[in-house]
């Protein structure tokens, strides 16, 4: 199957510093998507982006589907920032798709 | 819109015996697929259910079983529960199925203890 690794593996940031995490997948993929999951463990979507650049507020992402890996920033980072970021990729197998995470990026922003 | 809803949301079993989890998609949307999320294993894909029918699989054992009714509501089902069978378990819906292009949107999730 599909590889998809994510760096680093952790983040510590003083609040309104600035970061990038990093993925990298080892195939062609459908699609790909970066979630960040809360507390109580639902993953909530930050942006669906099989290619191309795409910006939500303080965050953006970029995914260069050619190169085999995407990018997320965190711009002016804030408490509410913390928190496991996963990017998941889409592969085809035997005809229909599967969903393949990397192992997240735990993220701590200190006041 | 209604988001995607998962039960029960708490449960602790014992060893043996089984369970069964609960997920309505989006209104609309005809796939849903099951994930589990452990420490160790991190969040693997178990399942994908698309008009009641079993699309794809994951690389788990028998035990864990699926099925999915005509209003797309989905149950899994985890029989003979090992120690190792504790996790969050999460559901995903999305209108055209996983390999589709557009976006999966996750439920809550159901974390399962097993003791």
């Avoid at chain 1, 990093?22 to 970066?34: I, K, P, T, Y």
Wanted: charged share 15%; hydrophobic share 30%; aromatic share 12%.
């Amino acid at each position: 199957g599909i590889q998809v690794e994510q760096s680093p593996p952790d983040l510590i940031l003083q609040e309104g510093a600035n970061s990038t995490l990093r993925c990298n997948f080892s195939d062609s993929v459908n699609n790909l998507q970066w979630f960040h999951q809360n507390p109580w463990g639902q993953l909530i979507n930050l942006f669906y982006i099989p290619s191309g650049t795409k910006q939500n507020g303080r965050l953006s992402a970029t995914t260069v589907a050619t190169e085999r890996y995407s990018l997320l920033y965190i711009s002016s980072s804030q408490t509410t920032d913390s928190g496991v970021y996963f990017c998941a990729v889409v592969f085809v197998t035997d005809s229909w798709g599967k969903l393949q995470f990397g192992a997240g990026t735990q993220v701590v922003v200190t006041p | 819109k209604a988001g995607v809803t998962q039960t029960p949301r708490y449960l602790i079993k014992t060893r043996g015996q089984q369970v069964t989890l609960s997920c309505s998609p989006i209104s609309g949307h005809r796939s849903v697929s099951w994930y589990q999320q452990t420490p160790g294993q991190g969040l693997q894909f178990l399942f994908e259910y698309f008009s009641e029918t079993q699309r794809n699989k994951g690389n788990f054992p028998g035990r864990f079983s699926g099925r999915q009714f005509s209003n797309s509501r989905s149950e899994m089902n985890v029989s003979t529960l090992e120690l190792g069978d504790s996790a969050l378990y999460l559901c995903a819906s999305s209108p055209r199925g996983v390999g589709s292009t557009g976006e999966l949107f996750f439920g809550e999730g159901s974390r399962l203890t097993v003791l």
